[in-house]
């Protein structure tokens, strides 16, 4: 029996080749996306997983809010991962910190390589014991046990040695310290919320820092990992933690700071906190990606649904005599699945080409290394199949019950009609696929303007020209006058500055304490570190008072600049007011010279928020927090002025790596998550669009061949191509009017929805809407037209003859 | 074999109630061959269908080998019709898609033969038929007569003791039309019961009884005592 359908399914589908064509290609490219990002959400949800102890490892993670200002931080003190062991030995089984001197980048040299290396981090000896790496030299256990071992990866190994053996030799840390390598291990996997080339031992810091690792509980910039003994929950030990705040936290900070623990698998998707050691993905992406997904393979199977259906004409004679001759109805609805399936299946492998010939591509747009590999394993091979089934099965059942439902009598005596019935839900399928289309049509566009918005909104600087030049722990700092002034003395150059972080992009916190606050209450504000002319390079406004004067002696040392947000915050009335408002911080007095108009110091996911700028006097403080000199150029030759700006660098800092980016570049580089999503979204719902044409397409194209007789008489009557193209277009136009009216209220919410996680948002733009409704209005008429063209072509007599 | 007892079949739509049969009662007995005549609209398809489990009487009863069947419904139909009952359509009725050997084939795939017994018994039947040059080709590429014999051979491929057969030779030329009468005469004379409904004369001489219907009533039942 079983033979028997298959053959009568293999010749139905040759024998249709137009609705076979649209069924299987439609369901292929279904698939084909449907697979893909399958490939990427496994690869998003499998982060971190390789490390055996994965579940019990937790990263501690504090809130600092100090009524509305402070900071959620990924790391914490130095202080805090030895106590936490000390107190609750029952609970952890060991602590791990990571450290990196809050330097994006450390100077690595080996004999005359010199590399700024932006992965090198220090650890507790016990990293390896918690995090599982494999090891191709050195053992794990003692890798990082003495100062200044460094354990490096396979990949820095070649970069530095080539093919020689690596152990055993030395590198220079940052022109003063020799760091030996103890291990190599293979390249990390790109599934870790963070990677690293040179890990080094935390008893390297502790010398650094003349034997004693910092005591204090206010600096934080430690990523301190725990990891829980068997059977302690999460919870158990976040139950201790307020208790341990007040107990070791200094007085003046106890009572804003909250600890609490987040999953090392749950890094990568859901933490977006400050300090992290590299950006993390979205899960809020993730999941709209597989929405887009899913509901393309749903606009595939409906495309399977509404051919099967509307050309079940065809196939009474088959299913009215199996009637006749005793099949049951439970039988003609599995060989209607089976025929389902085998499509789907077909589809499949048509699917897995297409995701072989696209993978390296959608590498590129989601910067990852996915393969088809992950099927070979047993779990996600049954995975795959199922989806086939799956898919088969969704297509088919309804056009299976539909077919099966046919009574002998009347399909055999020829007074087969389309039921009304499934000539609706026919109707009901299409006006689905368009709601859904155009939905994405206005969602896609919205999310492109916004980017755009992002990219291009008024951040209160100009980011234009302006270059960032690295100089982390780098004498240029401590010369940095002489350096700017040969800068400037080229005609290119309209302003240099240094900073402490990429404005823009990050900034840290420093403890304040406002005029008016209690001795024992500081306060933490974001701020940055800056130097004079910072105002002047960024184009930055001030609307009260002045910029840092380089002749007034005392800036310096004790002058600070606000934004307008402080002023608000404090309550001070007006900008005018805040003049001359004093802060105690670390250094000293500080007073307020000048209110600033606000700026986004960070994405615009979120708000302008108080902010301080402070420079620093000290030449120890100036070297340890200035990190990047930020120049202004006159934007006629970047590469002449580039040239220059490095010959410049070699002559200040000879050996040093010159390394430089644009700051509009690092602003990008923020959005990226945006980028991709958009990037996708366009594609899948290019895609969407397309299949939903096929199907349209094979419907008109069935629909025409039904009424072949019609059409030759209605044209051996004297109708013309616009005649037949009205007719037909009325029976599909007003389906896709339909489709306009439910997609556009549906979208409008869940846009307005997305829009208000952004701080900064455009407002929804109407056009969109219309662009939609003309995209999908024209596709539906340019068929209607190509069909109808097409049927007229033909003969009418020739037609009517074959009726 | 079969007994009808006040067989009344009443269409109705939102406007009209037509009454296609009205009260029709008979006896047929197994081997006998029965045509049933008439003018078109008299009730002979309806009929036909009802005696053939395809469709159920508004009233009455029909007794099908000492079953009550009138209220049977779809799937003790099912499982009836094909053991016991074979079809011959006025156009055929044939699955474009199959070959000649796998539409013949159908029915025993139903009553789950197995493949080699159903193999056989196909060629076997094919040869009686002498279709069997044929069976590899699809319907398309026979001509009326063949493809009714290809018809002929499904509806007694499994052997059932009662053959319908609906306007068999409407659609053929007479040299055709005699072929295929021939064999369902010969399938009689085997033993198997026939109840053929048609306007022909001619094909009704093939029959030992007529049954002639006119508004849904049977007017006449005409037993020949010959046998041609």
Redesign the interface.
Known sequence: ?YL?QL??AC??IF?HKISSIVNMFGLAIGLASFILILLYVVDELSYDKQHKNADSIYRLVSISDFEGVGEESASAPFPVAPTLMNEYPGMIERVVRIFNFQAPRSLIQLNDKVYNERKLFFADSNFFQMFDYNFIYGDPQIALNEAFAVVITHETALKYFGSENPMGKVFRYEGNFDLKVTGVIENIPSTSHFTWDFMASMSSVKTMFRGKLPETWVWNPCWTYIQLKQDVKQAQLETAFPEFVKKFYYDATKASIRLYLQKLTDIHLFSHLDYEIEPNGNNSYVRILSTIAIFLLIIATINFMNLSTATSGSRT??I??????????W?LVIQFLGEALIISFLALVLAILMVEIGLPYFNVLANKQLDLYLFLDPFWFVILILIGIVTGLLSGLYPAFYLSSFQ??RV???HFRGSFRSGMARKVLVVIQFTISIGLIISTLTAFDQLHFLRNANLGFNKDAVVFVQVTRNPIIQRFESFKNELLANPDIKAVTSVDDIFGVAHNTHEFRPEGVPEDEWQFYPALVVDHDFVKTFDIQIVAGRDYDRNNKTDAANAMLINEAMVKYMGWGSNENALGKKFKSLGGEERVIGVFKDFNATSLHTAASPFVLNIKEDDRARFFFLKFVAIRIAGNDDKKTLAFIEKTFNQFAPGRPFEYSFLSDELNKQYIEETRLSRFSLGLTILIIFVAGLGLFGLVSYMIAQRNREICIRLTVGAGIKDMFVLFAKEYLWLIVLSNLIAWPVSWIILHRWLENFAYHINLNIGYFVIAALVSVMMTLCIILWRTISAIRSNPLKALRWE | MIKAEKLTKIFRTDEVETTALNAVSFEIKEGEFVAIMGPSGCGK?TLL?IL?L??NPTSGTYTFLDHEVSKSN??QR??L???NIG?V?Q?F??????TVF?NV???L????MANRERRERVNEVLEQMQIAHRAKHFPLQLSGGQQQRVAVA?AVI?MPSLILADEPTGNLDSAHGEEVMNLLNELNISGTTIIMVTHSQRDAEYSRRVIRLFDGQIINENIKKSII
């Open positions: 029996m028997n053959k009568i010749r139905n024998k004679t088959e009215g005599m199996k009637k006749v001759i005793g099949a049951e109805k039988q002998p009598l055999l005596k020829g | 398809s269908n053939g395809l469709d779809e799937r099912a499982n019709r094909k053991h079809f359509f156009n009725n044939l699955i474009d898609e199959l796998e084939e159908l029915p795939i139903y009553l789950n499904r499994a």
